[in-house]
């Protein structure tokens, strides 16, 4: 009898067995399933670019790696909220912390569009608060000398000198200069088409100078750089084996040319935008014009830059208030 109680005993214990592997196996496809589905919600109904998909894939994927295969209709508020600790304790700043809350709170918004959740438990998660950064501006002293930065002796300084001028020029993201396609950029009517952020688009005016070097890099260098690419690229930029330079190369030779000109070493990807949108308010441009050419959803965004140029606060007290 205790044989066969012992036998009955092993088969329960196996089929368990069986039946608890496959059942995370299950989770880890099921896992990256709802990534896949959720990447697609992204790209097709939302319209986002392909670098936002790609910064909430990795959001999500450090989530699933916190979930450690539990699951997500089973977590509560309180299972959430230490989530962020986590993310804190692995070293993350907190404006990432808030980025990835952010996407968490959106990839449970998708769950529950889909009937995957009935009720949104992220929906009551706090983002921790942070502080206003100022941008980083550079004085149109420095501006100069960035731009004066590339020399002939560099190889491909007319490519160089082009990129440099019409980032300052549009204000234009450094992936939104990355992806301009020839047929975007007008320099017969100075201007350029700017696909941005949800594949808005907008048009940018190109300022004169900009216009010259752009001329001199596509008439004497850009034939020879597409000519090694078969089939050619139609983008504006291209690297030496003919291809359309990444942003990340761009940010490259950015820092390279700032450490050249003497420029700070701590300059950003958004140096020449953010020195863009303040030398314009600088000269008395309409916050609302500047909006659209940065390609601001918010003006509050916008607003951000009128903090950084005392001056222009100033000029505006002086001339409308009664007793200035």
Known sequence: MATVVGVLQDKTLKKLGQ??????ETSQREAAQWQEDFADYLRSECHLAANTVAAYARDLARFFQWLDGRRWQQLSVSHLSA???WLTEESLAPKSVARHVASLKVFFKFLQLEGALTDNQADLLASPKLWQRVPQVLSYAEVTQLLAAPQPADPFHLRDLAMLELLYATGCRVSELASLRLHDLNLQEAYCKCHGKGDKQRLVP???RA???AQRYLDQLRPRLAARRTPRS???LLSPRGQGLRRERIWELIKKYALRAGVS???SPHALRHSFATHLLAGGADLRHVQELLGHASIATTQLYTHVDHTRLKQVHAAYHPRA
């Open 19 to 24: 039946r608890l592997k496959p059942r995370r």
């Open 83 to 85: 989530y962020p600790a």
């Open 206 to 208: 190109i300022g004169s």
């Open 211 to 213: 216009v010259r070097a």
């Open 234 to 236: 139609d983008r504006v």
């Open 265 to 267: 070493a701590e300059i």
